[in-house]
């Protein structure tokens, strides 16, 4: 959408335009939202019954908001999608350093414009990724930097140290009439976060000795992992206690949630089938529920979503080297992401040298469960008298869909191929290789036939 065109405070005027506070507009345009049936928080999954409903009524009340909760359970996410909340276009006087609106000037520079001009005020619009600012905080973060400082390249154009406008204003200021989220917020040191008292209770900021009194309209959210809020750090008592709202979030519950995350965020270079995805989702659950691993910690939903990514880059890397036509990961590949994937996971202190151990004995869990799931009822005894008559079935990361199906055994009139396929739907050459392989390593892991790994090759027998 284009900006308005109304250029003056004067047409702004005419135009019936009435300012709302920050938070009114916030309410406003989600209450109209619930009215609709318009979902506020598209993307989000698994949140809708737990922390959704704690977040709207939080952001009715006009609380500012700390969302806690492990790493890689969306919260950076979840605070973004705050944006969608905010009007398309809000006026600001043009050029004010502050964006502030037409009709409420606040810092010494926009009142002296707005006395001087009158109606011819210029009229500027922002929009709504324009209202959003986000800082990482971390250890080095300043007060300068969060709240502002005295300029020295405004003094030295001949200001007095105590003329107001010698200030350069930080993030939390500049954030005026919109939101502003703070990353990891027991980073900050104690006395950066004593420095954001005021902006959090009387809503207006001291710096240094300056006589200033800005009367702030911001909404100020933050996150933090629950480990850190005790331990690496911690959210001093007097700034905890001016959130308005302490919200827990928490890694998906469902299955289905879990899947369609990887779906949404994982950025795939070659067909990835829905099974495959199952099996990462259902590894991914399995850590999170292991002793062996520190849950303090977390198993990130990025975990999941790198291993999405890296079988889907051992399937287009083995499509080129090997000239097929289509790159579509199989069973396989799944090796190939626990390799590279074991070090975004912290393990209990007593684990150590079993880690790959660990790892290795949950993702055949999760394989096991996915093939149950599809295959339930299907009967392989066709397949497993062949292996068991000296057939041998290999596969490997660099052999093609088309060799490894010209290799299988020819089973007859069966209608076994057929039925594994369709419970998979499977429609070309790397789609069945991945449904058969799933299917021999379902019979594996019922100890109906044997598999030797090793040199980038299995075979089953």
């Not at 869909?401 to 191929?417: C, M, N, T």
């Amino acid at each position: 959408m284009t900006s308005p065109t109304i250029a003056t405070v004067g047409e702004l005027r005419a135009s019936g335009h009435v300012h709302k506070t920050l938070r009114v507009e916030i309410r406003d345009n989600l209450l109209a939202a619930l009215r609709d049936g318009r979902d506020p928080w598209p993307g989000l999954h698994g949140f809708e019954s737990t922390v959704i409903p704690q977040l709207e009524r939080a952001l009715i009340a006009g609380h500012d908001i700390v969302l806690l909760g492990e790493r890689g359970q969306g919260k950076t996410r979840l605070l973004r999608t705050m944006v969608g909340l905010l009007d398309e276009w809000s006026p600001v006087i043009e050029g004010s350093e502050l964006g502030e609106h037409p009709y409420e000037p606040i810092t010494t520079a926009s009142l002296r414009r707005a006395a001087e001009l009158g109606d011819e005020l210029p009229v500027a619009w922002r929009g709504r990724d324009e209202r959003y600012a986000e800082k990482l905080a971390t250890p080095d973060t300043s007060v300068a930097d969060l709240i502002g400082d005295v300029d020295p390249m405004k003094v030295a154009e001949g200001r007095s140290l105590g003329d107001p406008e010698t200030i350069h204003f930080g993030l939390i200021p500049r954030s005026h009439r919109g939101i502003v989220a703070i990353n990891e917020l027991p980073d900050l040191a104690e006395r950066i976060q004593v420095a954001m008292l005021n902006v959090m209770e009387e809503r207006d900021i001291q710096i240094r000795g300056y006589v200033l009194r800005l009367p702030l309209d911001v909404l100020v959210v933050a996150s933090a992992n629950p480990e850190d809020y005790t331990n690496r750090g911690r959210i001093i008592t007097p700034l905890k206690d001016r959130f308005g709202a302490e919200i827990r979030t928490h890694y998906p519950t469902e299955l289905a949630d879990e899947v369609a995350v990887i779906r949404q965020e994982a950025e795939l270079v070659a067909d990835v089938p829905d099974y495959l995805v199952e099996i990462l989702a259902r590894f991914t659950r399995a850590l999170r529920e292991s002793t062996a691993v520190d849950q303090r910690s977390g198993v990130s939903a990025r975990f999941a979503i790198a291993g999405a990514e890296t079988i889907a880059a051992a399937a287009i890397h083995r499509a080129t080297r090997q000239g097929e036509d289509e790159a579509v990961a199989r069973p396989v590949d799944l090796e190939t992401a626990v390799d590279v994937l074991g070090g975004k996971i912290e393990f209990e202190s007593g684990e150590e040298g079993r880690e790959d151990e660990i790892l290795d004995h949950l993702l055949r869990t999760a394989t096991a469960e996915t093939v149950r799931q599809h295959f339930r009822g299907v009967d392989f005894a066709v397949l497993v008298d062949a292996i068991e008559g000296g057939v041998m079935v290999s596969t490997g990361e660099q052999v093609t869909a088309r060799d490894f199906l010209a290799g299988l055994p020819v089973l007859g009139e069966s209608e076994l191929y057929d039925e594994v396929c369709d419970r998979l739907g499977a429609t070309n050459d790397g789609q069945r290789a991945g449904a058969i392989e799933l299917a021999l390593e379902g019979l594996y892991l019922a100890r109906k036939v044997s598999k030797d790994s090793g040199g980038g090759e299995t075979v089953y027998g």
